[in-house]
């Protein structure tokens, strides 16, 4: 391996424990901030005590744990009770006003899938969900080729998913290493945090380019679409939460 390989690898390596540190301290904080809206202050003490503990100064959630527990520390002193939504660092500016949705496009068409509004997990993959199955065992887009039993085997029953916290959205790879994320393989189980513009490719099946949008055009069309091309075999994608759009346009 090259020096400049080696490189590459040593940041990428650490790019993917920072992600994963930052992850996790966002979604304990996120559970915080929960606890402090019921009003189980406790509870809501000891995540943010332990995340203080746990984490640097450079992960950029510090400065709003430290904050969220100068208001917790505060209320409890006052004598309790849960604390307004407005009132906890890091959701004023976001919440409720912020109107972001997020899309997943599937190139070299018109169609795109949209999430609905702060849905918390989007899962996606090649198995329904059926009636009276746990939500682990269905997803809420399934994608198939129905001309081939081969490449739909490669497309995992639960090939990845896509978590959302706050206004932040990250992916997990669930199918063992055939998922790509802008064009470079992704771990499974690791998360990674997406932007706009980034590309997702399932099994070298479909390719969706993830936008996070207010204003998206696009009219709603049937769940249940069968994608052809002459160049390559046709799609069966289908939406069982959230909505399928055509004439999709981003601005």
Known sequence: MSYRNTLQKEYDDFEAKRTKKIFKAKLSLDEARQFAQRGELAKALTITNGLLKSISKSIPVYKEIVELRKIIQAQINSGGGSIRVESLPGMNNNYPTSTNLLYLRILGT?????A???????????????????????????????????????ISRRHLEIQQIDTEYF????????????GKVMSENQPYSLQTRDRITIANVIVLEVLIRKNVGGLKTDNVIRIDNPDRDALF????????????FDE
């Open 237 to 248: 994608i289908e939406a069982s939460i959230g909505d399928m759009v055509t004439e999709f």
């Open 171 to 182: 992916v997990f790879d669930k199918s063992g290493g055939h998922t790509k994320l802008n």
């Open 116 to 154: 609905p509004y702060r849905l918390k997990t989007i899962t996606i993959g090649r198995q329904r969900r059926k009636q009276g199955l746990s939500p682990s065992e269905g997803n809420d887009i399934i994608i198939r080729v129905p001309g081939s039993d081969q490449k739909s085997l490669q």
């Open 110 to 114: 018109p169609y795109a899938y949209q």
